[in-house]
């Protein structure tokens, strides 16, 4: 359209070490899976998320934690796009676990004064053509990757 200029959307990789999938326990059904899968990956909103738990829930119980883990990678995906983020991944050293965040190009517009104010010496900046963040999370629980990854993006 004439006028109206659209922002190219970030293409986002997320790397966590999670295990997020949809269990043949709980979902039998390869088609009932596939839509499943599809619905998640259109959430573009806490909206949507909330829409998808609400329907699930009611159509096969109580989800387990792979499948948590799922949504709480697209909530992770909206939330990171909103950001410019075009990657997120696990690192491992020294048995502590980090995150990578790399944004893209000339895209961080983050507030370091209150990023280092809130996590202190558990993140590092990286300057460059794609500026990075290391935030320190300091064990492997995935749902406590999860909620750390998810409490950043937030800020």
Same mark, same amino acid.
């Given at each position: 359209m004439k006028g109206i200029q659209v922002e190219p959307e970030v293409d986002l990789q997320i790397d966590l070490n999670v295990t997020s999938y949809i269990p043949d326990e709980y979902i039998a059904d390869a088609n009932q899976k596939i839509e499943i899968y599809q619905n998640i990956a259109l959430c573009q909103n806490e909206e949507n998320i909330q829409n998808v738990i609400d329907e699930i829930i009611d159509r096969f119980g109580n989800m387990p934690a792979e499948l948590e883990n799922l949504i709480a990678i697209s909530r992770i995906k909206y939330l990171a /796009?909103?950001?410019k983020i075009s990657k997120i991944a696990s690192k491992n050293a020294n048995r502590k676990t980090a995150i990578v965040f790399t944004f893209e190009p000339n895209q961080f517009e983050l507030d370091i004064t209150e990023i280092v104010k809130k996590y202190g010496?558990?993140? /590092?900046?990286?300057?460059g053509i794609k500026p990075?963040?290391?935030l320190e999370i300091g064990t492997d629980n995935e749902r406590q990757i999860l909620?750390?990854?998810t409490e950043f993006l937030m800020m």
């Amino acid at each position: 359209m004439k006028g109206i200029q659209v922002e190219p959307e970030v293409d986002l990789q997320i790397d966590l070490n999670v295990t997020s999938y949809i269990p043949d326990e709980y979902i039998a059904d390869a088609n009932q899976k596939i839509e499943i899968y599809q619905n998640i990956a259109l959430c573009q909103n806490e909206e949507n998320i909330q829409n998808v738990i609400d329907e699930i829930i009611d159509r096969f119980g109580n989800m387990p934690a792979e499948l948590e883990n799922l949504i709480a990678i697209s909530r992770i995906k909206y939330l990171a /796009k909103q950001l410019k983020i075009s990657k997120i991944a696990s690192k491992n050293a020294n048995r502590k676990t980090a995150i990578v965040f790399t944004f893209e190009p000339n895209q961080f517009e983050l507030d370091i004064t209150e990023i280092v104010k809130k996590y202190g010496n558990k993140i /590092k900046f990286s300057a460059g053509i794609k500026p990075m963040i290391t935030l320190e999370i300091g064990t492997d629980n995935e749902r406590q990757i999860l909620n750390d990854v998810t409490e950043f993006l937030m800020m």
